[in-house]
Structures are given as structure tokens and as C-alpha cells.
């Protein structure tokens, strides 16, 4: 579980499938994919868009960026995709999100 939120984090601003997690673990995707599952109770894609909707979230606290911005610097295929995704997990909007938690 170090190794994947280690990875992911390091490479934030793309996409991280788990092929190429179960490839720098040296495993199979379906054996991979099962192990996570197994030790952590959560899918390891849910696991991954987890650490993209934290980092989103900080990003929205402690910057000034726009959310086309965000999205672009977590690799979100559009901003709208960014926001749906966002609504889904938070439920609220990144500019919602933004106005409540603003430091």
C-alpha cells in the first residue's frame, strides 16, 4: 500500500493505472489488483482517485489555481470530468469545496 500511494503521489499530474502499478510491483494486474483489494478493503482505483481528490482538495484551500488548472496538474481528462469526479467523492463542487475551506 506505501509503494502504490508513494508511486501515485509521484506521479499525480498523469494518470496511474494499475497495469503499470502491478508492473512496477512486479506482479500480474489480476493478482494485484486482488492483493489490494484483499489488504485494504478498497479497490485499487478508488484507492487512487482517493489521493487525487486529497491532493485536489489542498490545492483548492492553499492555491490560487483555476480548476481547469487542477485538473490539468492531476491529470483529470477535462475539467468537467475533474468536477464530476470531485462531486461524487466530496459531495459538493470543487468551487463549493473551495468557498467552505478557504484558509
Not at 4 to 22: D, G, N, P
Not at 74 to 87: A, D
Request: glycine fraction near 4%.
Amino acid at each position: 500500500v506505501r509503494s502504490v500511494r508513494s508511486y501515485t503521489l509521484r506521479h499525480i499530474s498523469r494518470r496511474v493505472t494499475a497495469e503499470e502499478l502491478s508492473r512496477e510491483l512486479g506482479m500480474s494486474r489480476s493478482h494485484f489488483c486482488r492483493r489490494f483489494k484483499e489488504e485494504t478493503g478498497v479497490a485499487v482505483t478508488d484507492f487512487i482517485t482517493e489521493l487525487r481528490i486529497d491532493e485536489a482538495k489542498r490545492l483548492l484551500t492553499v492555491s490560487r489555481k483555476s480548476l481547469g488548472e487542477i485538473s490539468d496538474c492531476l491529470g483529470f481528462s477535462s475539467q468537467s470530468h475533474f468536477q464530476n469526479v470531485f462531486k461524487a467523492h466530496t459531495g459538493e463542487t470543487p468551487t463549493e469545496y473551495r468557498k467552505a475551506n478557504i484558509k
